[in-house]
């Protein structure tokens, strides 16, 4: 089982304000634990977040100089 961590902990994780995280939640853009009136996030909950939106760069194609003719 994972471990369930805090906005607080959600937004250090991620880099971001806790406004942020909390947006995540209330937009129910990542899973999350209601344990009473707190909200949890599990741990692989921002694992998986983190890889969804991870960007992988574009490889360029070399450019070819052309010759002054």
């Known amino acids: 089982m994972d471990r369930l961590l ?3 902990e959600v937004a250090e994780r ?3 304000g806790v406004r942020f995280a909390r947006r995540l939640v209330e937009e129910r853009r990542i899973v999350f634990v209601k344990v009473g009136r707190h909200v ?3 741990e692989g909950a921002v694992n ?3 890889a969804t939106h991870t ?3 574009v490889a ?3 450019v ?3 010759s002054a003719a």
């Open 55 to 57: 960007v992988e760069p």
């Open 40 to 42: 949890r996030i599990p």
């Open 64 to 66: 070819a100089l052309r």
């Open 14 to 16: 991620l880099g971001t």
């Open 6 to 8: 805090t906005v607080q």
């Open 60 to 62: 360029l194609r070399p």
């Open 48 to 50: 998986a977040f983190v």
